[in-house]
């Protein structure tokens, strides 16, 4: 079968915010569309247009159609298929998944021979419909919209779905190993290299690659070098350190080679988007203004 990558005609991308890896993406899938990945984060599909199939391990040719969605977990083989074209909304929650869903994993017994797919309430419905009409303002800067989109649709999941129905749809997570990556997120900031890591750990590099692939889904390498990425970019969005400062204390050797990371790896240099920044806290205090003086009439 020849695979093809989805057509992304409509893209928005954050690599770093609170926490690493935390994006919004639409997939405009077209017609007899073949693709297959590998997650490198966990990610959920939210199908807005018409229907797809997905294959993942265990699970061959699911049907999902607008109105649904899934949870695919980090490290999960996936193949997409589309006979009638799709638009689908994939979110990337990041760590902020971590943080909001840990106590939808204690259910000890779940059914393995179906794939979770939940359907769309109205109020999960009203819910896309806003994450549609932000997609389509194209706005530059929007981490803090991401965040508080992310969170807030773990919210609404748990008051529109039943304790149980949360537990089968990211139930993938219960096999992660939970001692090891907090092991990780502890101790991460600590080392320069991944044979640092590896060595505080007390596993040989080859074993700690193949620990850290299992609960991670990726090498270490990758991980690591994202993960201080999304430190840089909350540094210069969040701290008042200067952005010498904040260049040096990431080990970067000069101002310049600081530059064309931030530019690889956000697309900005780091001025811009501490100057965005400034412009994005100016407009809130604006509307809040307004606001109040609305309030007072």
Not at 44 to 66: A, F, M, Q, R
Not at 73 to 89: D, H, M, P, W
Not at 108 to 132: D, G, Q, R
Not at 203 to 210: A, D, I, M, Q
Request: aromatic share 12%; glycine share 4%.
């Amino acid at each position: 079968m020849k695979t093809k990558m989805p057509d992304l005609s409509t893209e928005t991308y954050v690599k770093g915010v609170d926490e690493i890896s935390v994006s919004l993406d639409v997939w405009n899938l077209k017609e007899d569309q073949d693709f297959e990945f590998i997650a490198r984060e966990n990610k959920i599909l939210l199908v807005i247009n018409g229907s797809l199939k997905c294959s993942l391990p265990g699970y061959t040719d699911e049907h999902l159609c607008s109105g649904q969605m899934i949870f695919i977990s980090i490290g999960t083989r996936c193949l997409i298929n589309t006979t009638e074209g799709a638009s689908v909304i994939c979110l990337k929650p990041g760590l902020i998944l971590r943080h909001c869903n840990l106590s939808v994993l204690n259910q000890p017994e779940l059914p393995e021979n179906k794939l979770t797919i939940l359907k769309f309430t109205p109020i999960i419905s009203a819910y896309v419909e806003s994450l549609k009409w932000f997609l389509n303002m194209n706005f530059k800067d929007h981490t803090l919209y991401i965040c508080i989109k992310t969170r807030e649709l773990f919210y609404l999941m748990s008051i529109c779905y039943t304790h149980g129905e949360r537990s089968l749809f990211f139930r993938n997570l219960a096999s992660r190993d939970k001692d090891f990556s907090d092991f990780i997120y502890q101790n991460y900031r600590k080392v320069k290299s991944v044979n640092e890591l590896a060595s505080l750990s007390c596993y040989s590099r080859s074993g700690f690659e193949k620990r850290f692939r299992k609960t991670f889904g990726v090498p270490a390498s990758h991980w690591i070098t994202l993960r201080k990425a999304a430190d840089i970019y909350h540094e210069i969005r969040r701290s008042r350190k200067s952005i010498k400062q904040i260049c040096f204390d990431h080990g970067f050797s000069s101002l310049s080679h600081f530059h064309k990371f931030c530019k690889s790896k956000f697309g900005l240099p780091p001025g811009y988007i501490r100057k965005q920044t400034q412009i994005d806290q100016d407009v809130i205090k604006k509307v809040k203004k307004v606001t109040k003086k609305g309030k007072n009439v």
